[in-house]
């Protein structure tokens, strides 16, 4: 089965740092582009992040851009999502996502004092 | 950045109705739009791609259309299980931007 699993969100304070994890089943990341995508709470869908399926081309959106590093581990079929310098505004659901067709269950971060 | 905007925000419409929710994007992404259903602690559910491609397992009511900056999801006969948020979403470019989502309910 073709699934996506995120995990690593949690409560961290202002300044702080996390790191996302997105486990894949049943297809090779290394074979797709893959986004990260968020949802602060009671709001519209946010695109983050994007990383090519060659690895040769990377974007941000320009609120997480030097502060979000997206990469990847083919060999544990895995992407992730390093957050650095946190916000109350990077407080969301993060999602991340095969291209468009295939999403994780979310995981939630909160960054609140 | 490529503005998205769906109209209307929110809609009420009776079981059996023909429904149209309409994406304007602020310049042409020539049809690498993507409509995605989205349910209440959900993820968001692909269920058009490029414009008009219904995806395997979506209901044959569900249709898109358009191309370059006026897209259109139609629902034909609206089942109580379509109540629920809309987004379309440009893959035309980077940064990839969504609409700000359709509301529709069911009366």
């Keep these: 089965e073709v ?74 079929n895995s992407l992730y999502l390093q957050m650095n310098s946190l916000r109350d505004e990077d407080t969301a659901v993060y999602y991340c996502a095969r291209a468009g067709e295939i999403w994780g269950q979310g995981t939630l971060v909160t960054v609140s004092s | 950045d490529i503005q998205m905007t769906q109209s209307p925000s929110s809609l009420s419409a009776s079981v059996g109705d ?38 395997s397992g979506v209901p044959s009511r569900f249709s898109g259309s358009g191309s370059g900056t006026d897209f259109t ?12 948020t809309y987004y379309c979403q440009q893959s035309y470019s980077v940064p990839l931007t969504f609409g700000q989502g359709t509301k529709l309910e069911i009366k």
């Design chain 1, 3 to 76: 699934q996506l699993v995120e995990s690593g969100g949690g409560l961290v304070q202002p300044g702080g740092s996390l790191r996302l994890s997105c486990a894949a089943s049943g297809f090779s990341i290394n074979t797709y582009n893959m986004n990260w995508v968020r949802q602060a709470p009671g709001k519209g869908l946010q695109w983050v992040s994007y990383i090519r399926s060659s690895g040769s081309s990377i974007y941000y959106a320009d609120s997480v851009k030097g502060r979000f590093t997206i990469s990847r581990d083919n060999a544990k």
């Design chain 2, 18 to 55: 023909r429904v149209t929710i309409a994406c304007r994007a602020s310049q042409s992404v020539s049809s690498y739009l993507n409509w995605y259903q989205q349910k209440p602690g959900e993820a968001p559910k692909l269920l058009i791609s490029a414009a008009s491609n219904l995806q």
């Design chain 2, 73 to 84: 999801l139609t629902i034909s006969g609206l089942q109580p299980e379509d109540s629920t």
